[in-house]
């Protein structure tokens, strides 16, 4: 497709469930990252990956949370045990590599925990 | 570490008003200093963009100069469109390596007809 894909665009689980969100990055990019944004904030930087290595998961907030890119395309963030104060919309956005390449988002996945 | 300080909002203008949206930041370095626009509904998208020490960015009457002196990258518009309306995002990326951005906390701008 023409932009980046996330999905699903909704999520509603509850309390120590697993859940997996996926996102296509925009054809031939091979930066990947993964945001969090709570409600009223700015996002936050979740985790890097240059096309299959991840160069950088600093932002991850805690060992429950996990993300991949097997093959250096699609990306999934798996987020083990939920608890409430994961829910939020979860942004991927991808750029070509270079430097100073803008990063092009996706609509996000909304995470609502119960 | 690196940080961006964004007006609060909401901001509330008439049609055609002149707009500012402050932002300041710390960092390290040289960071390329973004703005990124969030229309209701949709995602973010990249609203101009600077690299370095006085350069202008600019796109669709919006501008905003990177003033190292200052540490700021204010956001301005002579006259705001109702279509203007949006969450406006602040953004830092390092100036080496993979550009992680730094976010501001958003400042959600509404114009009135």
């Known amino acids: 497709g023409a932009g980046v894909s996330q999905s699903p665009r909704y999520k509603v689980a509850k309390r120590g469930q697993d859940v997996a969100l996926r996102c296509d990055p925009i054809?031939?990019?091979?930066?990947l990252f993964w945001y969090q944004q709570a409600l009223g904030q700015g996002p936050e930087f979740l985790t890097y990956f240059q096309n299959e290595a991840q160069l950088d998961k600093s932002g991850l907030p805690s060992d429950r949370f996990f993300a991949e890119r097997p093959e250096g395309s699609v990306s999934t963030l798996k987020i083990q045990r939920t608890q409430q104060e994961d829910s939020a919309v979860y942004l991927c956005?991808?750029?070509?590599?270079?430097?100073?390449?803008?990063?092009?988002f996706g609509d996000g996945t909304r995470l609502s925990i119960l | 570490g690196n940080s961006v300080t964004q007006m609060e909002g909401p901001v509330t203008l008439s049609e055609e008003a002149f707009l500012t949206i402050n932002c300041t930041y710390t960092a390290t370095g040289y960071p390329s200093l973004f703005w990124y626009v969030q229309y209701p509904g949709e995602g973010l998208q990249l609203l101009l963009k600077a690299t370095k020490a006085d350069d202008k960015g600019s796109n669709k009457g919006f501008e905003a100069t990177y003033r190292k002196e200052t540490t700021s990258f204010h956001l301005e518009k002579g006259s705001v469109q109702v279509s203007d309306s949006a969450v406006y995002f602040c953004a830092l990326g390092r100036s080496q390596g993979a550009q992680k951005l730094v976010f501001g906390q958003g400042t959600r701008l509404t114009i009135n007809p």
């Open positions: 956005a991808t750029t070509g590599g270079f430097l100073n390449q803008p990063q092009h």
């Open positions: 054809s031939g990019h091979v930066s």
